[in-house]
């Protein structure tokens, strides 16, 4: 089966934001933004996995620009729980460059989709 770069970034970039969720409500008993980014932050990956089983290729680029967006929106929660000190700068940092490498990822196929 070939390798599917994005798919595995999203599942594992999944991964980490899971472990800051649990960080975030048990060590540092937030409840609000913490949810907000575990449910941004997983359906990056979950979006992806729906656009590989699309039945159409109108399907697989409209479930792709959703996992785009989500991205976006888990960048804007990150960047509200470091202005809020719920993370560290370098807590941050690595997250928010995974984050933004996604971004980046779907967007070159979303281009390329679109330029078909």
Do not use: P
């Amino acid at each position: 089966m070939k390798e599917n770069i994005i798919q595995d970034k999203s599942f594992d970039f999944a991964v980490r934001i899971v472990k800051l969720y649990k960080y975030l409500t048990e060590i540092k008993k937030e409840f609000v933004l913490s949810k907000q980014v575990l449910r941004s932050g997983t359906s990056i990956g979950a979006n992806i996995e729906e656009s590989i089983g699309g039945r159409s290729d109108k399907e697989f680029l409209f479930k792709l620009e959703i996992s785009y967006k989500e991205a976006r929106e888990t960048i804007y929660w990150l960047k509200l729980l470091k202005a809020t000190d719920y993370i560290s700068a370098n807590e941050f940092s690595s997250i928010h460059l995974e984050a933004n490498e996604i971004c980046k990822i779907l967007a070159k196929i979303i281009l390329t989709l679109k330029g078909k």
